[in-house]
């Protein structure tokens, strides 16, 4: 019961089974090479390309004018902040110069928040 279901091939029977003759291979010869061809760009694809740089030029540009007005609004800036700063050293001059006329004129003092 515990026989093996394969079949037992018997030499005979080896002879019997036929091997398959090889076939030729045949020869296979390389097909000439084309000339590679230029894929040519659509309309759709040249005003794009043209938009981009368009684009870029202009980011390029307004960056430029950007950073040159920056430094404008910064020079004005320093200006004004010189001016006052000026302004308040004259102002300052000016008040010292009148606290010592008023003490050399033999009038008192002004308190602080006064002057």
């Known amino acids: 019961m515990l026989d093996n279901t394969a079949r037992q091939l018997q030499p005979e029977e080896e002879a019997l089974v036929q091997q398959p003759e090889p ?7 390389a097909a000439p090479a084309a000339a590679p061809l230029a894929v040519p ?14 684009l870029a030029v202009a980011v390029s540009i307004f960056c430029l004018f950007s950073q040159n007005q920056l430094a404008n609004t ?12 000026t302004q308040t050293q004259k102002s300052t ?23």
């Open 74 to 85: 910064q020079r004005q800036y320093e200006d004004v902040q010189s001016a006052i700063t």
């Open 93 to 115: 001059i000016t008040s010292s110069r009148l606290v010592n006329f008023q003490i050399l004129s033999g009038y008192p003092p002004l308190p602080k928040n006064m002057a």
């Open 23 to 29: 076939q030729p291979k045949p020869q296979v010869t």
């Open 41 to 54: 760009f659509s309309a759709f694809e040249k005003g794009l390309a043209l938009l981009a740089g368009v």
